[in-house]
T-cell receptor, first 111, second 116 residues
């Protein structure tokens, strides 16, 4: 069974704090996507990482793909209330159609 | 290109009624997916189309559920004899297959189904 575990499941922090969300699997992915989803909306793609060890930055968000392409992390610097939402990682299995979704991290940033 | 669109955005129905949802993927995306999502959870895979062919169906998809993608463009998901347990967000996503590198999946806004 292919699983993608995210941690933590829930996170409530004050505005200005830093945080890291982790996404771990025993499976190797050819690419991994991070999404943010707000209530009542579909997930919005934030970034795709492809190469082992790759680091991508999107303003205050830093995404890293593990060297073995089995894990990833999302780091948010100086969190803002607008960062509140459900963060999902999804790994793509090469040679298939499959995307394996993480369990999700619900982030709440308090003003 | 305006992205993946879904219609309707919200549907309220009575138990036992049939409902149909539509998804228009990003043009030239040959892969189309349907997912179901309940509150606070990640999306659960329902079914997958490559062009017009339905290549995979989850065991979650009972015989009350049927999906089509007749011309390899838009897709419909029909639920017959709805049950209260069908209440969820139904998400459509599309992607364009690449043999390496970026295989990115883009989601629509979802259809929120409430079965009374």
């Amino acid at each position: 069974t292919q699983l993608l575990e995210q941690s933590p499941q829930f996170l409530s922090i004050q505005e200005g704090e830093n945080l890291t969300v982790y996404c771990n699997s025993s499976s190797v992915f050819s690419s991994l996507q991070w999404y943010r989803q707000e209530p009542g909306e579909g997930p919005v793609l934030l970034v795709t990482v492809v190469t082992g060890g790759e680091v991508k930055k999107l303003k205050r968000l830093t995404f890293q793909f593990g060297d073995a392409r089995k894990d990833s992390s999302l780091h948010i610097t100086a969190a803002q209330p607008g960062d509140t939402g459900l963060y999902l990682c999804a790994g793509y299995i090469s040679g298939t159609y499959k995307y394996i979704f993480g369990t999700g991290t619900r982030l709440k940033v308090l003003a | 290109d305006t992205g993946v669109s879904q219609d309707p955005r919200h549907k309220i129905t009575k138990r036992g009624q049939n409902v149909t949802f539509r998804c228009d993927p990003i043009s030239e995306h040959n892969r189309l997916y349907w997912y179901r999502q309940t509150l606070g959870q990640g999306p659960e895979f329902l079914t997958y189309f490559q062009n017009e062919a339905q290549l995979e169906k989850s065991r979650l998809l009972s015989d009350r559920f049927s999906a089509e993608r007749p011309k390899g463009s838009f897709s419909t998901l029909e639920i017959q004899r709805t049950e209260q347990g069908d209440s969820a967000m139904y998400l459509c996503a599309s992607s364009k297959y690449r043999d390496r590198g970026y295989n990115e999946q883009f989601f629509g806004p979802g259809t929120r189904l409430t079965v009374l």
